[in-house]
């Protein structure tokens, strides 16, 4: 970024984006100095970033301070970014600084953008395996992992990109060639201080050239159609109408890019169920948008696998299932789960980020066999379980200062669990009170259930 050379920039969090964002500073020849509450987090950039200035807790930007560049997960309400702010210093994310390094280039990558409550990781995979299949230089980043900043330094031409609403927030220019909002649900609302905010976050991911909704989500929809984009796409998972997506005899059918043609059968897309094939619809209208062919789109999708703590069958003893879950982090995404079995022992917990539980345990009650309740938002589950399904049993469990918490966990959910029964992992809420991150989680589970089933 030529306009950055010789500014002074504040990379706030020295996390993974934090150092991506500063590397790409220090190469647009910018004067970069990182801060971060953790000095353990800075000492590790030592010996990565020479050249960067390292300043443990920072309450406000240095003297000469021209831009701020936030990691992700910073709420603007942080003592230094609200700083920044009434210092009169633009605060922006590592997302946005992509974008705008993007812009400099004599040819930009294509940006194929996703957000969503749930199934952001599933879309953006299948989105690369179908751009994959069609030859693209293409690669999924941003929220999934690899962040935005790394894609574009690394040259490549399409950029799949999940992103989150915290990324969505910090990104106020980005305008993808084609956006899709997969679903809308109560999350995080604790960051954004309210479901209204939260869904305008998430919108902008529809003010590209092409926005695409799940016309089946009412919220989605609405945002839909009040998308400044230029061509509007929605996708159903009924018989799509004129300019739609969706599905017809077994088959995903496109009359928006096409007058009407079937693409893939919906029984070769996994993960099986209805959130998967809302995910491959909204992949293949991202593929789509770019002039990707049919037949790239029905490579893509029969190749995809879907990732690791999604909806994974571990084991079935003594004629259980066992299924890990574990990416089920919110209430939106647990009804998902759950609506997949008909007779559950439910593993459910955690950190509920301020969503409510009401309205998931009243609609999904009679599918539960019995609940086994972690974490600590343990006792909100516990509640709506006592009002609104008082017949099943429940087991809350205080696993402070257990040797092996999840060994007891899984004990638990076998001593409710009846022949035909699934034990489920979707706690429908966040990890980090009692594990690193969902997939530590998953894993804890999945280790615990071979260990009392014998299962490989």
Known sequence: MTKLAGSKVLVAGAGVTGRSAAEALLAAGAEVVVTDSSPERLAALETLLEGVELVP???EPPAGTSLVVTSPGWQPSSPLLAAAVSAGIEVIGEVELAWRMGTELADPPVWLAVTGTNGKTTTVGMLESILHAAGADAVACG???????????????????????FQLYWAPSVRPQAGALLNLAEDHLDWHGGMEAYAQAKARILTGDVAIGWLDDELVGDLLEASPARDRIG???????????????????????????ALVEVAKIRPAGPPGIADALAATALARAYGVPSEAVREGLEAFEPAAHRAVLVTVASDIQYINDSKAT???????????????????????????VEEMVRTEARRLRGAVLIGADRAVIAE?????????????????????????????AQELAQPGDTVLLAPAAASMDMFSDYAHRGQA???AVKRLTGGR
Do not use: C
């Open 445 to 447: 589970f999945t280790d």
């Open 143 to 165: 929220n999934v992992g690899l962040p935005v900043v790394d894609a574009l330094l690394a040259g490549r031409r399409v950029l799949a990109v999940e992103l989150s609403s």
């Open 57 to 59: 807790g920072l309450a």
């Open 384 to 412: 709506a379980l006592a009002t609104y399904a008082p017949e099943v049993p429940v087991r809350s469990l205080d696993l402070a200062g257990a040797d092996d918490p999840m060994l007891d966990v899984v004990r638990a």
């Open 330 to 356: 919110n209430p939106h995404a647990a009804v998902a789960s759950l609506r997949a079995f008909d007779s559950v022992v439910w593993i459910a917990g955690g950190l509920l980020k301020g969503a409510s």
């Open 235 to 261: 996708f159903t998972l009924d018989e799509p109408e004129d300019g739609q997506l969706g599905v017809r005899d077994g088959w995903l059918v496109d009359r928006a890019f096409a007058d009407d043609e």
